[in-house]
């Protein structure tokens, strides 16, 4: 099943049963854009109430940390989301922001019928899409029942980050944009750099001039690429916080490869941890 939906089989499906919309735009202003305008249906999610579960301190799982089992399964009851639900989740960046970290975080509980919208709220209200402001509240149900092994089974921490990054049979993929990973400079976390040994492939690359999505066909052998004949078991993605990673890993998933595991803590953790660094790239 393909991980996007384009905005004209939006419009196919919107009437369906057990359709449910999200918008996951994560700005700061994110439910001020909501109150807004957004596209007709939809609910919001918030990516740091509900999406994660922020600690005082970034060292302690980085800026996005995941909420809990239990408060994670309460969450998507509250949503009105269910094992029948087909979702599709957009937000105002393409899909690279909160949104992708919704799929995922679906996808890593066993939740397939879930969708990002390809080129976010712009394509679909360019498609004909109608939009409103009316915020509704979606009705509530039980606390979705996840496995604990299936969820823990899509995440690496630092401790595995420590073990697998001078192992040559490894991958860790570092999706933040090239001058973050080079050490040039670090707009958001403390210093610039990267993990030692990690590939830094920008979640950028995944989109065309325009930003959807490449093709199927273009992502794989781009990532077929990347991964050198490894199995996705043995490929780590991470980005700033845990969240643009996702863009990431959609992108893999598109391509028909087995997702990889998430770095959930990504280089918000890593660098407040005395972990190794490369600080600046070696021009020799």
Same mark, same amino acid.
């Given at each position: 099943?393909?991980?996007?939906?384009?905005?004209?089989?939006?419009?196919?499906?919107?009437?369906?049963?057990?359709?449910?919309?999200?918008?996951?735009?994560?700005?700061? %202003?994110?439910?001020?854009?909501?109150?807004?305008?957004?596209?007709?249906?939809?609910?919001?999610?918030?990516?740091?109430?509900?999406?994660?579960?922020?600690?005082?301190?970034?060292?302690?799982?980085?800026?996005?940390?995941?909420?809990?089992?239990?408060?994670?399964?309460?969450?998507?009851?509250?949503?009105?989301?269910?094992?029948?639900?087909?979702?599709?989740?957009?937000?105002?960046?393409?899909?690279?922001?909160?949104?992708?970290?919704?799929?995922?975080?679906? &996808?890593?509980?066993?939740?397939?019928?879930?969708?990002?919208?390809?080129?976010?709220?712009?394509?679909?209200?360019?498609?004909?899409?109608?939009?409103?402001?009316?915020?509704?509240q979606s009705e509530k149900k039980e606390p979705y029942k996840i496995r604990h092994a299936d969820w823990l089974f899509q995440q690496a921490d630092i401790q595995e980050i420590d073990k697998v990054s001078g192992d040559e049979d490894y991958l860790i993929i570092d999706v933040r %944009?090239?001058? =973050?990973? %080079?050490?040039?400079?670090?707009p958001i976390d403390l210093i610039a750099g990267h993990i030692p040994g990690a590939l830094n492939i920008p979640f950028s690359s995944n989109m065309d001039s325009t930003g959807k999505f490449l093709s199927a066909t273009e992502l794989k052998s781009k990532y077929d690429d990347a991964?050198?004949?490894?199995?996705?078991? &043995?490929?780590?993605?991470?980005?700033?916080?845990?969240?643009?990673?996702?863009?990431?890993?959609?992108?893999?998933?598109?391509?028909?490869?087995?997702?990889? &595991?998430?770095?959930?803590?990504?280089?918000?953790?890593?660098? =407040?941890?005395?972990?190794?660094?490369?600080?600046? &790239?070696?021009?020799?």
């Amino acid at each position: 099943m393909s991980a996007l939906i384009k905005p004209f089989e939006l419009l196919k499906i919107k009437a369906a049963k057990d359709f449910l919309i999200f918008d996951a735009t994560g700005t700061p %202003d994110a439910r001020q854009k909501y109150e807004s305008k957004h596209l007709e249906g939809a609910f919001f999610v918030d990516v740091n109430t509900q999406l994660a579960d922020i600690k005082q301190n970034a060292a302690d799982g980085g800026r996005h940390p995941l909420p809990t089992l239990s408060k994670f399964s309460s969450t998507l009851g509250i949503l009105g989301i269910t094992p029948s639900s087909h979702i599709v989740v957009y937000d105002d960046k393409n899909g690279s922001n909160a949104a992708a970290r919704f799929w995922w975080m679906l &996808k890593a509980i066993g939740h397939n019928n879930v969708h990002v919208l390809d080129g976010g709220m712009e394509a679909a209200v360019s498609a004909g899409f109608p939009t409103n402001a009316k915020v509704d509240q979606s009705e509530k149900k039980e606390p979705y029942k996840i496995r604990h092994a299936d969820w823990l089974f899509q995440q690496a921490d630092i401790q595995e980050i420590d073990k697998v990054s001078g192992d040559e049979d490894y991958l860790i993929i570092d999706v933040r %944009d090239a001058f =973050r990973y %080079d050490g040039i400079n670090e707009p958001i976390d403390l210093i610039a750099g990267h993990i030692p040994g990690a590939l830094n492939i920008p979640f950028s690359s995944n989109m065309d001039s325009t930003g959807k999505f490449l093709s199927a066909t273009e992502l794989k052998s781009k990532y077929d690429d990347a991964l050198g004949g490894r199995t996705s078991d &043995k490929v780590i993605v991470h980005c700033g916080s845990g969240i643009t990673a996702c863009h990431t890993l959609m992108a893999i998933a598109e391509a028909g490869i087995e997702m990889p &595991k998430l770095y959930v803590g990504s280089w918000s953790e890593w660098s =407040r941890n005395d972990r190794p660094m490369i600080i600046k &790239k070696d021009e020799s």
